[in-house]
């Protein structure tokens, strides 16, 4: 079984398939390095001080519709 699996195929507002989301709210600084010669550098903890915070509820893509919640994913 897919444990990421909604709980609807399709969205009941406007029939679309194209998938959902979650509303992120993403706060904090971060830095982006970058090497002097254009090489790729290490922004491996970009992330590392910024918190982010996931919606209780899912979207539709297309119609922008509220869904199901977050919970119910893989249920
Ligand atoms: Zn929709």
Same mark, same amino acid.
């Given at each position: 079984m897919n444990e990421q699996k909604a709980p609807i195929s399709e969205c009941p507002h406007c029939g679309s398939e194209a998938g959902y989301y979650e509303k992120v709210q993403i706060s904090g600084r971060s830095r982006w390095y970058h090497n002097f010669d254009g090489k790729e550098a290490d922004n491996? *903890?970009? *992330? #590392? #001080?910024t918190k982010a915070k996931y919606s209780k509820y899912t979207y539709c893509t297309a119609c922008e519709k509220r869904l199901f919640k977050v919970e119910e994913i893989g249920e």
């Open positions: 491996t *903890y970009f *992330y #590392d #001080d």
